[in-house]
């Protein structure tokens, strides 16, 4: 299988486009993932100053209903590993570390999965030099996010990033204006801005710098204030987005999670509903496999949902504190 990865020595957002192009032509089973796209339904319902789309993609139903407890990993091939992948997948080097990938259930119109080569558990202490690396490198078009082992990775046991297309997420349109009506300026100085949102739905940490040392430094901080606030068995439980620019730098967003997944999805009959929320949920694009549950969610089921799995309101107060104090 590695005999199907290749190294690029520059320009890897565009060279990634063209893997993704080729790929269509030669690997059925994403030629159908991206024809799937086109039949997808969106709505989008308006909160305060901000959007929230639902897509109903049934194209991601493995996805959004994999199951992630132990004894289901165990029992499964690892479908990250180089030597399980499909003999039509190819695949870019990234610094020898990770390689890029199509992702074959798209949500995005260019959707990838960088796993680590190595089989590691989803973890992001450690790798935070990687995404940030791999947010510049593909920033000319693409956002970079990573999902906690107990926050939407459907392989919490293999580390791995995502990458889809800028702005395709309402947030990072809508960035600028949640700052300015929903957020405060935790830090400010000449190198490093952190700020906190809560918009009535979601909470989130974001930090912008060019400096990418500091904003290494900074991040593995706010990771420690999240873990003592909100511990976990295995990674305090969040979601995070990169977007990277020669003119602004870094702009990272941490989404600190309460649970997995909500109680609609594990309720009985009509009151289930197939959805568990990831980072391009956070961002602004609800994922719903089934129909039935596109056509029955409303801004109250949405509230409902993102009260459940976003942060309480003291925990996150604590952090924001803690940040100010601490950083």
């Known amino acids: 299988m590695e005999n199907s990865f290749y190294s690029v020595s520059d320009n890897i957002a565009v060279e990634t486009k063209k893997?993704?192009?080729?790929?269509?032509?030669?690997?059925?089973?994403?030629?159908?993932?991206?024809?799937?796209?086109?039949?997808?339904?969106?709505?989008?319902?308006?909160?305060?100053?901000?959007?929230?789309?639902?897509?109903?993609?049934?194209?991601?139903?493995?996805?959004?209903?994999?199951?992630v407890d132990p004894a289901s990993i165990k029992e499964r091939k690892c479908f990250l590993c180089p030597q399980n992948l499909p003999d039509e997948q190819k695949g870019i080097y990234y610094k020898n570390d990770f390689v890029i990938l199509s992702n074959p259930f798209p949500i995005f119109k260019e959707h990838f999965t960088i796993p680590k080569l190595q089989h590691t558990p989803q973890r992001i202490v450690g790798s935070i030099n990687s995404l940030l690396s791999l947010a510049k490198d593909l920033g000319?078009?693409?956002?970079?996010?990573?999902?906690?082992?107990?926050?939407?990775?459907?392989?919490?046991?293999?580390?791995?990033?995502?990458?889809?297309?800028?702005?395709f997420m309402?947030?990072?349109?809508?960035?600028?204006?949640?700052?300015?009506?929903?957020?405060?300026?935790?830090?400010?100085?000449?190198?490093?801005?952190?700020?906190?949102?809560?918009?009535?739905?979601?909470?989130?940490?974001?930090?912008?710098?060019?400096?990418?040392?500091?904003?290494?430094?900074?991040?593995?901080?706010?990771?420690?204030?999240?873990?003592?606030?909100?511990?976990?068995?295995?990674?305090?439980?969040?979601?995070?987005?990169?977007?990277?620019?020669?003119?602004?730098?870094?702009r990272v967003i941490v989404f600190p999670r309460e649970k997995h997944r909500p109680s609609h999805y594990f309720a009985e009959g009509d009151n289930n509903?197939?959805?568990?929320?990831?980072?391009?949920?956070?961002?602004?694009?609800?994922i719903t496999p089934l129909e039935k549950d596109f056509n029955k969610i409303d801004k109250e089921i949405l509230r409902q949902i993102f009260a459940e799995v976003m942060m309480n309101n003291e925990k996150f107060i604590s952090i924001c504190a803690k940040i100010m104090n601490e950083l």
């Open 19 to 67: 893997l993704l192009n080729e790929q269509k032509l030669t690997w059925p089973q994403l030629a159908e993932g991206y024809s799937l796209l086109d039949s997808v339904k969106v709505k989008t319902f308006e909160f305060d100053g901000f959007t929230i789309k639902v897509q109903f993609n049934n194209g991601r139903l493995t996805s959004s209903s994999a199951k």
């Open 140 to 167: 000319l078009y693409y956002t970079v996010f990573y999902n906690g082992p107990k926050c939407g990775a459907s392989a919490p046991d293999h580390l791995h990033f995502q990458a889809g297309n800028k702005d």
């Open 170 to 250: 309402p947030i990072d349109n809508e960035y600028e204006n949640l700052k300015s009506e929903h957020g405060n300026n935790l830090i400010s100085s000449e190198n490093i801005e952190i700020f906190s949102v809560n918009d009535g739905l979601r909470k989130f940490i974001s930090l912008e710098s060019k400096d990418e040392f500091k904003l290494t430094k900074k991040l593995l901080k706010v990771f420690d204030i999240i873990s003592i606030v909100n511990p976990s068995d295995i990674e305090t439980m969040m979601n995070i987005l990169v977007n990277y620019s020669d003119e602004n730098g870094w």
């Open 273 to 286: 509903i197939l959805l568990s929320p990831a980072s391009v949920d956070v961002g602004g694009v609800c």
